[in-house]
């Protein structure tokens, strides 16, 4: 018959044990317990702390990182504008081969395209929407009624690195599509067989915040997944081993990893067949 069971807290590590009549394979009595190492914490489970240990050990954490609004594409130096001014294919390009890549028109170190009849345009930090906006306006004065059309053809000026515990640590462009933390996850081709998912990290304008993206995929927090913002670096370390040793009157004694996934006392007792029980008869 079962009289107790003690949680053992040493150096991170946490040791269940338990006693029985006749039978004692854990250090129980207050001499006993004097004698272990300073770094072991006893604590004797009883009617009143019982429920406590009934929650994970870890549980899923909400990031401090704020996701911000939606997001809005703003164009960058190295981008690559097609701009089209219907009917009038003569404009297609830009005359300066140095200002010409992939067949449009490459943002310049100041901020500008070139464009023919009306010269530099502000491009840097616009969307493509304002950039046509002006165009048109300026082309008016040289163009009845121009119909004009600017879109994007390369995305080379804002990105995010992932790094870390990944298939393929990458360099990801940003598009005018968002992008979250687990989209460019998967872009680096998903999380490698010792990631830890519930520690990874963002680091964004010289702040690191860490990012339980586990707490996303099974513990609901939708803030787990930010968007990712240009400059943003993604770590997904490695995981450490983290391990709960089950001993005493249990049917399987053994550790139990609780670095893949948050345990209670019931769940990591469950999964070693219990506390075991003695018949009377067999006394």
């Not at 449009?104 to 304002?130: C, I, L, N």
Request: aromatic letters at 4%.
């Amino acid at each position: 018959m079962l009289h107790r069971l003690t949680v053992v807290l040493a150096g991170g590590l946490t040791v269940l044990g338990g006693c029985s009549e006749g039978h004692v394979r854990f250090p129980v009595t207050q001499s006993a317990q004097k004698a272990l190492p300073e770094n072991i914490h006893v604590i004797r489970l009883d009617a009143q702390n019982i429920r406590s240990f009934e929650l994970p050990a870890e549980p899923h954490q909400a990031t401090r990182l704020s996701a911000g609004g939606g997001w809005d594409y703003r164009i960058g130096v190295g981008d690559i504008l097609g701009i089209t001014v219907f009917d009038h294919p003569e404009l297609m390009l830009p005359a300066d081969e140095e200002t010409r890549g992939e067949s449009g028109f490459r943002v310049q170190a100041d901020g500008t395209v070139a464009f023919p009849y009306v010269g530099s345009v502000r491009a840097k930090g616009r969307a493509p929407e304002e950039v046509r906006e002006e165009l048109r306006t300026r082309l008016a004065a040289f163009i009845p009624d121009p119909q004009v059309d600017v879109r994007m053809l390369a995305f080379n000026s804002q990105a995010v690195s992932v790094t870390g515990e990944v298939q393929s640590p990458n360099r990801q462009p940003l598009t005018t599509v968002a992008l979250t933390l687990l989209d460019a996850v998967n872009a680096a081709g998903g999380l490698t067989e010792t990631a830890d998912a519930r520690r990874v990290t963002v680091r964004r304008g010289g702040t690191s915040y860490r990012v339980d993206l586990e707490g996303f995929l099974s513990g609901g927090l939708g803030g787990n997944n930010p968007v990712l913002r240009p400059g943003d670096i993604v770590t997904v370390p490695r995981r450490l081993a983290r391990e709960a040793y089950l001993l005493g009157e249990i049917v399987k004694p053994a550790a139990v990893d609780l670095s893949v996934e948050p345990l209670t006392l019931t769940q990591a007792l469950s999964r070693q067949g219990g506390i075991l029980e003695r018949r009377a008869d067999a006394r």
